[in-house]
């Protein structure tokens, strides 16, 4: 009886290892999404802003600086 109780915590104390682990690791990727997220937005808004500023030769003409929306597809 008493080696079932003792095997019974240790198997407690694993479960509750991993179950703070997991915890931390959840935190963990929260925090990274958060970031990805950020940056993915940062990007984004450049991407549109470049896109906007773009310069186009018209054809048929000199070279001549246009600036001429561009439209972004998302």
Do not use: H
Request: aromatic share 2%; no cysteine; glycine share 2%.
């Amino acid at each position: 009886m008493t080696s079932i109780l003792a095997a019974v915590e240790a198997q407690n104390t694993r479960i509750a290892t991993l179950t703070e682990q997991q915890k931390k690791l959840a935190g963990f990727v929260k925090v990274m999404d958060e970031e990805t997220t950020r940056r993915l937005e940062r990007i984004i808004a450049a991407t549109a802003k470049l896109a906007r500023e773009v310069t186009v030769i018209p054809e048929g003409k000199r070279a001549e600086r246009v600036r001429q929306p561009l439209q972004l597809d998302y």
